[in-house]
């Protein structure tokens, strides 16, 4: 993080008196415009740790991180309140969390090890600190959980009208060739690792058990609705994705892998687009496998959603790889279909089917703050 100095100024506090920003304020929980950067980072940066693979961490203009085959795999994604989250349905913890598994999956993706995190963060100045401090939480044990070694090695803090945050991911290929999209070949098998539809599920949920009569989201609804459906609102808020599968497939010998941030179908067409192949996906493959599985539900409407959700849905953040059909199909990936002729065509049961999914310009309800 950034640790530029900050003249003190005055700022108002919550109780109406004025306060220096960088002094001691009178209450517990002040605001990142009352404290100022450089005592908001003195109680961010405690919170983080910069992993196994960083030199030099932060403290310094930029942080040093190993790379040991001489090449490194980069990512970056935003999460920006309105279009990407909404405060009164996530938790400080669970934006950190999603923060880093969103970048995560991306680099495993390439069958590269995560190494490191750069994060910024631009908030309102009444930011309430122990929001920072929440998010820095989640960013430290997604990363135990998701990517154990990798850590946080430095970045930014600003102020902005608008809570945003913005993480770069580095990974370590060790010695591996990285997997493309473009590799994917006619008689591979099409193989997946993680959940199928179940974050789309819970964004669903939230949209109409959460918000209140005016369609503004809820924080008392959303926690009576975690009390009900915690699986599907989590699913959605802090996914856990099988971020070590990317590495396993690649060493198993993967043509082609990519995280599926916005459903199979929209996203099996960028591995078939690249390939210059086509994706024939199995129904029955897609309704009775992966973590979501629930072929004992004999239900056919319920069965046509849960393929539909698999195919359409967005930010389960699993892997979604293609194999050489003769050879083995390491766990947890399911086969879930076929490549086939056919440039970018995308097939349910041979059938030809559209490659729609998750838009966050259009997946959320397009509000922005």
Request: aromatic content about 4%.
């Amino acid at each position: 993080m950034s640790a530029s100095s900050s003249a003190a100024s005055p700022a108002r506090s919550d109780d109406g008196t004025d306060t220096v920003r960088g002094a001691a304020v009178g209450h517990d929980d002040p605001t990142s415009g009352e404290l100022g950067e450089i005592a908001v980072l003195g109680r961010i940066l405690p919170r983080l740790e910069s992993g196994e693979h960083a030199l030099l961490g932060p403290g310094d203009d930029a942080a040093l991180v190993a790379a040991s085959d001489g090449r490194f795999v980069v990512t970056t994604d935003l999460l920006v309140h309105g279009p990407d989250f909404r405060l009164a349905w996530s938790t400080p913890f669970e934006l950190g969390w999603k923060a880093a598994a969103t970048n995560l999956t991306d680099v495993a993706a390439m069958g590269a090890r995560p190494t490191a995190l750069v994060v910024a963060i631009a908030a309102p100045p009444s930011t309430r600190v122990s929001t920072l401090e929440g998010i820095a939480d989640g960013l430290r044990e997604g990363l135990a959980e998701l990517a154990p070694g990798a850590g946080v090695v430095g970045g930014d803090l600003s102020a902005s009208s608008v809570l945003t945050i913005a993480v770069t991911a580095f990974g370590d290929l060790e010695g591996r060739a990285p997997v493309l999209r473009s590799g994917a070949r006619v008689g591979d098998v099409i193989a997946h690792a993680g959940r199928r539809g179940a974050a789309a599920r819970g964004l669903a949920l939230l949209f109409a058990e959460a918000t209140d009569a005016a369609g503004e989201p809820d924080a008392a609804l959303a926690a009576a609705l975690r009390e009900r459906e915690p699986d599907l609102v989590l699913a959605q808020l802090a996914p856990r994705p099988p971020v070590w599968a990317g590495i396993v497939a690649a060493a198993s010998g993967a043509t082609s892998m990519l995280d599926v941030s916005d459903g199979l179908a929209r996203d099996g067409r960028r591995i078939a687009e690249a390939s210059r192949v086509g994706f024939d996906f199995d129904s029955a493959a897609l309704d009775a496998g992966g973590e979501d599985g629930r072929a004992e539900v004999a239900h056919a409407d319920a069965a046509v959603e849960r393929v539909r959700l698999a195919l359409s849905g967005g930010e389960d953040h699993g892997m979604l790889a293609t194999f050489p059909a003769d050879g083995d199909i390491p766990a947890p990936f399911e086969v879930i279909g076929h490549v086939v002729e056919g440039p970018g065509r995308m097939l349910l049961d041979g059938r030809d089917i559209r490659a729609e999914g998750w838009d966050p310009y259009s997946g959320w309800d397009g509000r922005v703050g």
